[in-house]
């Protein structure tokens, strides 16, 4: 059975950084594309970062390009998703998702394309 499970989330202040983890398991994660993806209340759930199975993809929303890094340690079966100079507007859950790919395919942006999801994690940024 495959599981996602996300960490990291919390209540931080303008500026601060958090981490997020997503562990899973009961899949090959090296063969797998990962994503995050976040939803804030009154809000369609938005893409926000994707990495390639093997990491040498990532792409981004716009509005988080140099301040969020998506990484992953296939050994560890984690991605992680680095965010630093947090905004009020970065509130919301954040899942990770996964989707089995082959090798030639890049970090994958289109939330109807994964598989797999995670429960999420709140992160709240507010002073």
């Known amino acids: 059975q495959v599981q996602l499970v996300e960490s990291g989330g919390g209540l931080v202040q303008p500026g601060d950084s958090l981490r997020l983890s997503c562990a899973a398991s009961?899949?090959?994660?090296?063969?797998?594309?990962m994503g995050w993806f976040r939803h804030s209340p009154g809000k369609e759930r938005e893409f926000v970062a994707a990495?390639?199975?093997?990491?040498?993809?990532?792409k981004y929303i716009d509005t988080v390009k140099g301040r969020f890094t998506i990484s992953r340690d296939n050994d560890r079966k984690t991605v992680y998703l680095q965010m630093d100079s947090l905004r009020a507007e970065d509130t919301a859950v954040y899942y990770c998702?996964?989707?089995?790919?082959?090798?030639?395919?890049?970090?994958?942006?289109?939330?109807?394309?994964?598989?797999?999801w995670g429960q999420g994690t709140q992160v709240t940024v507010s002073s």
């Open positions: 998702a996964a989707k089995r790919t082959i090798l030639s395919v890049g970090a994958i942006t289109r939330e109807d394309e994964y598989s797999y």
């Open positions: 990495i390639s199975r093997g990491g040498g993809d990532r």
């Open positions: 009961g899949l090959m994660f090296s063969y797998y594309a």
